[in-house]
């Protein structure tokens, strides 16, 4: 069962253009959404993250934007740019009784900006 | 790195060989992390431990063992390889109450 879905898988993106990127979850215990970057060869890093008592989350070009109503949150990047060519994964976690936080991933996104 | 170390980056193993990845982190962390990365299906946890000397399954732990035995290491083992388990592997360590997590730069392994 997964239980947090990601699309799309791939995505083209004309330079200084936005690229938006979908999740949505099921299980509402879940109360922390980070984002994460990886370029190729290297290990994903985190690259924003929002709580689900919060509708928007603004770093830079990057933003998320959380409808907890419909179980569903999304990552914008404005102004695109060629170095932003990565795979981006959402994820949730939850707390769970050994008092840590456990960490469910969306399958990813690979996103290409093209000059 | 963000503070995480995995060795070895690269092997290569024959079926039914056997193996162990060490993840090692810099910081003083309870939560350490093993991860599976394969083509469209994101990262999947293998185990996870929340402090020395526990750990627990995530959510395809069949064919690996782990063993957590003091707060900066965390070992995965593979005891008999077999193909399905070609991937790449990431460890990673928590940050305490939230669900950030710090990756290692992964080890890629083949099963021929």
């Known amino acids: 069962q997964q239980q947090v879905k990601q699309s799309p898988q791939s995505l083209i993106v004309q330079k200084g253009g936005i690229s938006i990127i979908n999740c949505a979850y099921e299980?509402?215990?879940?109360?922390?959404f980070p984002w994460y970057q990886q370029f190729p060869g290297k290990g994903p890093a985190l690259l924003i993250a929002i709580r689900p008592d919060v509708s928007e989350k603004k770093e830079g070009r990057f933003t998320i934007s959380f409808n907890k109503s419909a179980k569903q949150f999304s990552l914008h990047i404005m102004d695109s740019q060629p170095g932003d060519s990565a795979t981006y994964f959402c994820a949730a976690s939850i707390r769970n009784s050994g008092g840590y936080q456990k960490v469910t991933f969306g399958t990813g996104t690979k996103l290409q900006v093209i000059p | 790195n963000a503070g995480v170390t995995q060795t070895p980056k690269f092997q290569v193993l024959k079926t039914g060989q056997s193996m162990t990845l060490q993840c090692a982190q810099d910081m003083n962390h309870n939560s350490m992390y093993w991860y599976r990365q394969d083509p469209g299906m994101g990262l999947r946890l293998i185990y996870y431990s929340a402090s020395e000397g526990t750990t627990d399954k995530g959510e395809v732990p069949n064919g690996y063992n782990v063993s957590r035995l003091n707060k900066r290491e965390f070992s995965l083992r593979l005891e008999s390889a077999a193909p399905s388990q070609t991937s790449v592997y990431f460890c990673?360590?928590?940050?305490?109450?939230?669900?950030?997590?710090?990756f290692g730069e992964g080890s890629r392994l083949t099963v021929l």
């Open positions: 299980n509402t215990a879940f109360d922390y």
């Open positions: 990673a360590r928590g940050t305490g109450n939230t669900g950030e997590l710090f």
